[in-house]
């Protein structure tokens, strides 16, 4: 598992290490440095390739510490053999810490080109031909408000680099946070350095992640620097799911004691109209594929879709006039409600009232033994027709997921869509903690929004963002498969939270396996089904 901290959490951590740990900043400093050249080193030799020749490396550094990290690399470079490493810096030696004042003295004493740049004369007049462009301006301190000669700097370097159609001359790293970019928010100034591959320090920082970070930090790739692995893991709010926790979240299945399909958890989809009676069936085909037991659809068509999977139980529900599901229907819905571990409800629903009334009295009567997931046009049914919102059950936190995109978070808060595009890890908290229940906003990075149990039952806010997946899940009926994984998982007894994070995951590298297969424009709902087995590891 990965995790991430804001700029505050990352330094309360270095301050934990220096003032807890006695772990002096300069060996924290020269920690992150040496990882850091080690990276940059392998970069550089793949680059270059079989090139003979002298290595030209320019390092950008700045008085901070991010400034340090970068003296203390061009240390490291200065003695390798064919490579000649040269350091233009800016600000003043007065504000530099006693670790980066160090740094900068040693670099001195080597006799290593400096160049200090005074004005913005000197910035326009800097050469910035090299194989390696190494950006240690800023770091984690800075934001996408950038002035002086800092953006005289970021400027020239966008316009002296920016034909897309020339061939690739240098390689641009960023140490710890691209200058130009929010480490906290992800906004990027238009001339933010735009790095090959960003190398940052202990954790992943919200900023690389979010909003414009992804496009300006290339690779991400993440250093030790000497914080103990224990301490970030408790401090982050905020994780990612790798490979290696699918075990952790998923119950162990034994070959050594007697289980059947019920033991694996049963779900009822309940969805569907005239209209789209399709999408329904990718949710319950998921479900199956994803390990539930047993799984039955409930729809207001008298014959299933031709694609539902033989495995699955189809259960026609009363129809209104246009095709959509009944109030008549809502005896039946109720019954699902007690013969099902988990329902997941709204996929293909359409957005008559009626239907919208069936979903809510649902929800009003739902037993407390039963795991609720709301898609697509079942979030409608979360506001009242006077716009009031309704109340979830007391246990939502535990077993109510809502998986709205940015639209129907929009419909369901009321606010811009661009406001939720821009912040939404914060939304998705805030109405995580508002509506009572686990929030999965469709997002680059998805983002599940909740609260953690103990093994004492005390809650604390979490997040899980997951980092996998790939453009060509943006295809019809994609959101309807992720709602059947993430229904699989509650029936098989992942608790709200981790369901929605393992769901997310599960069909992100399903999705990825999917589009290495055929390729993203091939990627299709049914494609990332079929992939779903592949995810599993195969040893439980």
């Known amino acids: 598992m990965q995790h991430i901290l804001s ?16 772990i002096p900043a300069a060996i ?84 290593i080109p400096l160049q200090f740049l005074a004005s913005e004369e000197d910035a326009r007049a800097l050469t910035l031909e090299a194989d390696c462009i190494i950006d240690a301006l800023i770091g984690t301190s800075g934001s996408e408000n950038l002035r002086g000669l800092v953006l ?7 316009n002296e680099f920016s034909d897309e159609f020339s061939p690739k001359t240098n390689l641009r790293i960023a140490i710890d946070v691209p200058t130009g970019l929010n480490a906290l928010t992800g906004k990027a100034h238009k001339y933010c350095f735009q790095a090959d591959c960003t190398i940052t320090m ?39 799911l790798e490979l290696s926790d699918i075990r952790t979240f998923l119950p162990h299945r034994s070959n050594y004691h007697q289980t059947n399909k019920r033991s694996y958890g049963q779900v009822g989809v309940i969805g569907g109209s005239a209209q789209m009676h399709g999408a329904p069936t990718l949710t319950a085909n998921a479900s199956i594929y994803a390990g539930a037991g047993l799984v039955r659809l409930y729809s207001p068509t008298t014959m299933p879709h031709a694609a539902l999977a033989p495995e699955i139980m189809h259960t026609p529900l009363h129809a209104t006039e246009a095709g959509g599901i009944s109030l008549a229907a809502l005896p039946l819905i109720q019954k699902a409600a007690e013969v099902n571990d988990v329902l997941v409800c709204g996929m293909g629903l359409g957005t008559e009232e009626e239907s919208l009334e069936c979903m809510r009295r649902l929800i009003a009567t739902l ?15 979360l506001r009242l027709p006077n716009g009031d919102i309704i109340n979830l059950p007391a246990n939502a936190h535990k077993n109510v997921i809502c998986t709205p995109h940015h639209g129907e978070f929009a419909r369901l808060t009321g606010l811009p869509r661009e406001d939720i595009a821009e912040n939404a890890a914060v939304l998705a908290a805030e109405w995580s903690s508002r509506l009572g229940c686990t929030i999965l906003l469709k997002n680059v990075p998805t983002i599940v929004s909740g609260v953690f149990f103990d093994e004492n039952e005390v809650a604390t806010p979490h997040q899980y963002w997951n980092l996998n997946g790939n453009a060509g899940m943006a295809t019809a009926g994609s959101g309807d498969v992720l709602a059947g994984v993430i229904a699989a998982l509650l029936a098989q007894g992942v608790e709200g939270l981790r369901a929605a994070a393992l769901g997310a995951f599960l069909h992100a590298a399903a999705g990825d396996i999917c589009a290495e297969q ?12 079929a992939c779903l087995p592949k995810v599993f590891p195969q040893k439980s």
């Open 7 to 22: 700029p505050d959490s990352m330094r309360q951590a270095d301050a934990y290490a220096i003032h807890k740990l006695g």
């Open 28 to 111: 924290l400093m020269e920690n992150a440095a040496r990882s850091a050249f080690q990276i940059i080193q392998r970069r550089l030799d793949e680059f270059w390739g079989n090139r003979s020749g002298t290595r030209q490396i320019l390092v950008l550094a700045g008085s901070g510490n991010n400034g340090g990290d970068g003296f203390v690399i061009a240390r490291h470079f200065f003695h390798c053999p064919d490579v000649r490493v040269r350091v233009a810096w800016i600000g003043a030696k007065e504000k530099m810490s006693a670790e980066t004042l160090a740094n900068f003295y040693a670099l001195e004493k080597h006799g």
């Open 152 to 158: 005289v700097l970021l400027e020239r370097l966008a």
């Open 202 to 240: 202990a954790a992943l920082k919200t900023g690389l992640l979010l909003n414009d970070g992804r496009r300006v930090c290339g690779e991400l790739t993440i250093v030790p620097i000497g914080i103990p692995e224990a301490y970030i893991a408790n401090t982050a709010q905020i994780h990612a």
């Open 367 to 381: 037993p407390a033994k039963t795991a609720l997931v709301l898609d697509a046009d079942a979030l409608r049914a």
């Open 518 to 529: 055929f390729s993203p424009e091939g990627v299709t709902a049914s494609g990332i089904i």
